[in-house]
């Protein structure tokens, strides 16, 4: 990619929702990011934007130049009423933008929008060799907070799951 960037991020919108299919499906058949294995369809991608917007929970896609290149939200991290104050994230990247600081620029948006809305945690849950990702999230002072090893297979092999989480209350 040599051209420069022009990052924009926005509240995602129904229409998004094909380049946010079409970007997690090269996720799903490609990589261990998400330890689903089978696709949405673009109506369940809609139906998610829709719960989110009900919930009153974000859903936020970066462009760059008008064109989708990534997306991310938050939800609660356990049902129980307790755990109101601690969100799980998920964001992903398209394969052709990873590398360039676009992860980085959406994790800060959603670090920011979780403690503007006054919440204590936010929680990720990463595959244990994503070593790119845990680095990412260690840039934002997210500590391990533990580990459950060969909890999930993909791809004909055992996969590991590394909980990290950033105390939003800790931030400046």
């Not at 040599?2 to 990589?31: G, W, Y």
């Not at 600081?101 to 809305?117: F, P």
Request: with cysteine; glycine share 8%; proline share 2%.
């Amino acid at each position: 990619m040599s051209e420069k960037l022009s990052i924009s991020i926005r509240d995602a919108v129904e229409a998004d929702m094909a380049r946010v299919h079409f970007i997690f499906d090269e996720i799903l058949l490609n990589t261990t990011a998400t330890f689903e294995e089978n696709s949405y369809t673009l109506e369940s991608w809609c139906q998610k934007l829709e719960s989110k917007r009900r919930e009153g929970l974000p859903f936020f896609v970066v462009e760059n130049r008008g064109l989708v290149i990534g997306f991310g939200t938050y939800g609660p991290f356990r049902k129980a009423s307790g755990y109101r104050v601690t969100v799980e994230h998920s964001l992903h990247v398209d394969e052709k933008y990873r590398g360039l600081g676009v992860g980085s620029i959406l994790l800060k948006h959603l670090i920011e929008h979780a403690k503007g809305h006054g919440l204590w945690a936010m929680v990720a849950g990463i595959e244990s060799e994503n070593l790119t990702s845990i680095a990412l999230h260690q840039k934002f002072g997210f500590k391990e907070s533990g580990q459950l090893t060969n909890v999930a297979e993909k791809f004909s092999r055992p996969l590991s799951l590394t909980f990290m989480k950033l105390d939003l209350r800790k931030l400046e």
